[in-house]
Each structure stands twice: as C-alpha cells, then as structure tokens.
C-alpha cells in the first residue's frame, strides 16, 4: 500500500510538472514579446538618461544624475511638467464626469439606446490627429463657425489658440470632449453589471427615486469600474501629445508646452537624447506615482 500510495503521489508530481511546463511555454511568447517591446526600450531610455548622449554621437559620457540636476533648474522642463498638471487636472475630472452623467441617462433608455451608443462611440473611432484638424477648423478665430456664432450675438471673437490665458483650457475641452465618450463606453458596461434585483430591494426600503438609487446602489457599485476608469482617464491625458502638435506646437509662449512635447523637442530636434531620456523617466515617475496613489486611495476607503 505504501509503494502504491508513493507511486500515486510521483505520478501526481510529474502530472503537475508538466503542466507547469505547458503553461510556461504557452506564455513565453507573450512575455517575450513585452520583453522586446517595452522592457527593454525602457531599459535602454533608463540608461540613456544617466548619459550625455547626443543623435548622430560617436560616443558618450557617463553623467549620473546631471541630466536630472538640470531638469529641476530648467524653466521650460518646470513649466512642461506644470503644463501637464494643470491639464490633466482639468481634463480628468471633467471628462470622467460627464462620461458618468451620459452613461446614467443612455442607461436609462431602451428604444433609443442603440442610437446613442453608436453616436457616442464614433468620438473614440476617430483620431485625435484627424479631430484636431476639425477642432482647428472650428475655432478657428476668422473662419470658424464659433466666430460666426458669437458675430451673430455681437459678442468679440476669441482666439482660442492664440490667447496664453485660455489656450490650455481649450485645448482641455477638446480632449475632454473625446475622453468623456470614452469614459461612457466604460461606466456603460459597468451599469450593465448591476443586478436588477439590487435596485427592487432598494425600493422595497424606500430608496426608488434618483438620487437615492444612485447614492446607495449605483456608485458603491460602480467604484471598481471607477477606479478603472479614472486611472486610465489619467493616464491618456498625460500622455497629450498629438493636441499639442497639431494645433499649438507648444505655443503662445510656451503655454502649451507638455511633458510629451518637451521630451520630442529634447529628444529629435535638439538631438539631446540623454536629456529627453531623463524627461521620460521623470514622465514615467509621474505616470507610477499618480497609479499608486489611485490604488492607494482605493485600498483605504475599502478598508473604511
């Protein structure tokens, strides 16, 4: 009985083992493939970042933490990093709101749901490249529609890419008019989660109006898919690059002037790639901070 019960117990081993070899083939290729197309880009931008490399140099100087010591004393670099900020918290907020408030009324439908799921979805087909040039069009300060409006009402025109003081709010409310529809998409498929009878039972305990069906079912429900939601809001905003690009090239005055943008200046125009090397370190710093805090904040109230 004893060699019968080791013998089981061998042939329980060896069944597990290859099954642990299965699987290990079955995603090696997926790890490889994000060793080559991301851990390893990282790797060598991580260190490019402690060098003075310049594109097209023969050679290259180890310079530490030079290249971050100059981050912290340049203006621009600051004033990228503020310019970030500043946007990403305009955008953020707004844009997961109103995505929010679409998804409660589209919801609430059923005839016309179809319609407006199909109408709010095309604003994430399209790209922001393509939108910018359209948004270009229509603020334009001459030959926009915007223009002829407020002509129609006597009020001045506004230039909206040009004046430094409303300049980075436009180009917030752009990307918040694309963020927003994808904010929808993704509080849609969350409502679609909630059991029905959780709303019965409310009703049963007197909470069968609006509010109070939101307060104590909808949104307790819905902080998982909020989390999600507002981290990946986050971080599609900080990576503004195309807006900046298309539409202002980090101007008036530097207003613009993104992270993202700064690194391509750094990086492909000024060919300092050590420099912009540490500007995308910096840019991941912030991306891993901002993460961590979310999940932070998520974890702490869970446990409230």
């Not at 305009?90 to 009324?105: D, E, R, S, Y």
Request: net charge positive; aromatic share 12%.
């Amino acid at each position: 009985m004893t060699s019968m019960s080791h013998t089981g117990e061998f042939a329980v081993k060896i069944a597990r083992r290859r099954s642990e070899i299965m699987a290990f083939w079955c995603v090696s290729p997926a790890v490889l493939l994000m060793a080559v197309t991301t851990l390893a880009p990282f790797a060598a931008v991580l260190a490019l970042s402690f060098t003075d490399y310049e594109l097209g140099a023969i050679q290259m100087d180890w310079v530490g933490l030079a290249n971050f010591a100059k981050i912290l004393k340049d203006p621009t670099a600051l004033r990228a990093v503020t310019n970030t900020l500043l946007f990403s918290g305009i955008t953020v907020p707004l844009a997961v709101g109103l995505g929010l408030v679409l998804a409660l009324l589209v919801n609430g439908r059923t005839k016309s749901r179809r319609i407006y799921e199909v109408l709010l979805f095309l604003p994430i087909t399209a790209t922001m490249t393509v939108m910018s040039l359209v948004w270009s069009f229509i603020l334009h300060e001459r030959i926009g529609p915007v223009k002829a409006l407020l002509d129609a009402f006597g009020l001045p025109s506004v230039s909206f890419f040009s004046d430094p003081d409303i300049v980075l709010v436009t180009l917030a409310f752009i990307a918040v008019w694309q963020h927003a529809c994808f904010c929808f998409i993704l509080f849609l498929s969350g409502l679609t989660t909630i059991p029905g009878e959780l709303y019965d039972a409310a009703a049963l305990d007197g909470a069968d109006w609006g509010w109070e069906k939101f307060r104590r079912i909808t949104w307790p429900q819905l902080a998982p898919t909020t989390l999600v939601v507002v981290l990946l809001t986050t971080i599609r905003a900080f990576q503004v690059f195309d807006l900046v690009v298309i539409l202002t090239q980090g101007g008036p005055s530097g207003r613009t002037e993104v992270i993202l943008y700064k690194m391509y200046l750094e990086a492909f125009s000024y060919f300092r790639v050590g420099y912009g090397s540490a500007l995308t370190v910096i840019f991941m710093v912030m991306i891993g901070a901002v993460t961590l805090l979310q999940f932070w904040a998520a974890r702490r109230k869970n446990a409230a």
